[in-house]
């Protein structure tokens, strides 16, 4: 495998922005290659257009949002809230991470609070062996390395607190982070808002930045209290190290900064 092959499999178009627009950012920066998968096309996600509609809105969102940091960009067409940890899909998975062979794989943690992000990540957790075992998917030769696994932050408590393993410093690159999520205005001025305020907006990119802003904050303030970061981290990423993927050596990216 080549160095520093970034894959992100999420659940919807939206959620690696959400979870790492940061590294994303970074690590498109420093000139490696980055791939989200996207294992629902996000067709469920609006108070008013219908699954079709939005299918296609989100599809043009995700790709304006990869394109600004050079990601090659994946949707399948499984619907939005119906994604199941099938055997069928478990194959399919294995063989799209063993084509792009990436050194890193984001995704959710199995405790989340979507259904959706839960099977995207037993997905992962039920590929990851089965990478390097040649009889599955042979449409695909094995990788010969296991790529790290990493997961995205969630403040769920239940079967137990999240890990602060890899926390990174993001607030040299908050206004990217915006600019990403802005491209999906389906979701952070239209579908977010009404979920929140039960009002139809108007909503622009103060609003979005105040909502987003809260989560790289709150990360800095636990890594602070933890005393693994800077006393003046201000917004940061965090990310789980999974055990069911390969050793993890943040110093192996020395284009990401220190939190």
Known sequence: MAEHRLMLIMAHPDDAEFGAGGLMTYWHRAGHPIKILCLTNGNAGHHQL?????????FSEASQAAAQVGAELEIWPQDDGRLSPSVELREQLIAA????????????RTADYHPDHRATAQLVKDSAYL??????APQQPPLT????????????????????DWVIDTEAVQPQIIDLLACHA????EWLPSLISGQDGPYDTAWL?????????AIAKKARALNTARVDLRFAEAFEVSDYGGPFDAGRHPFLPNS
């Open 50 to 58: 219908n699954r079709s509609d939005l299918a296609a809105r989100r």
């Open 186 to 189: 389906t979701q952070v001025f």
């Open 131 to 136: 990478l390097q075992v040649p009889a599955i």
């Open 209 to 217: 930045t105040g909502f987003y802003q809260r989560k790289p904050a």
């Open 97 to 108: 991470i063993r084509a792009f062979a990436p050194t890193i794989i984001v995704t959710h």
């Open 145 to 164: 390395g296991m790529p790290s696994i990493l997961l995205t932050y969630d403040r769920f408590e239940e079967p137990r607190p999240f890990r602060l």
